[in-house]
């Protein structure tokens, strides 16, 4: 699939190929939507945010040649939510902008759903570095390299941050 990304961002470049980006926001979108969700507190936010993302991704795409369509998406979503929380500073003034809800009420009875609400509260609350490589590496299953590429990182220090997301993780649920 990687290579297939990889020629429709070509074609794109190339072609300006609307089907072909379509085809990559088609593979993306739920997985940005996913990524921005976990960094903004409201849904309509993230919905706005993501289509931002892709108007951005294809005026880039048209423009440079991309080698890894998942790490342009993934540094457009980390500038946008940057933006958009720069933006929200500048009108409202500053607030806690993370206002994790707690869901536990609706599914009482599925031990399993109230699980991952804690889990997402619980990552939601966690650094902004440490959210981004465990929704990269275990929600969207990307590869440390591309992880490494998304953040301007090393792959070294993808590691290294990793697994201190991941202590910190096992820590706070530990609790």
């Known amino acids: 699939m990687r290579h297939r990304n990889k020629f429709l961002l ?50 880039y795409a048209t423009s440079s040649l991309v080698n890894n369509p998942a ?14 929380y720069r933006k929200r500073r500048l009108e409202v003034g500053v607030e806690d902008a993370e206002d994790v809800t707690d869901d536990h009420d609706i599914a009482e009875d599925l031990s399993d759903r ?15 570095e440490y959210k981004d490589v465990l929704i990269m590496r275990y929600l969207d299953e990307l590869s440390i390299g591309e992880i490494a590429e998304s953040l301007e990182k090393t792959t070294g220090s993808v590691r290294v941050l990793l697994h201190r997301a991941k202590k910190a993780l096992r820590l706070k649920t530990e609790k």
């Open 10 to 59: 070509f074609r794109v470049f190339r072609f300006r190929d609307t089907a072909a980006y379509g085809e990559l926001y088609n593979f993306y979108v739920s997985r940005i939507r996913r990524f921005i969700a976990f960094r903004v507190a409201q849904k309509e936010d993230a919905e706005e945010l993501t289509a931002e993302v892709f108007l951005r991704g294809w005026e």
């Open 71 to 84: 790490a342009l998406f993934y540094r457009i979503a980390r500038n946008v939510i940057a933006d958009h």
């Open 114 to 128: 109230q699980d991952q609400q804690k889990l997402i509260a619980i990552i939601r609350t966690m650094k902004e």
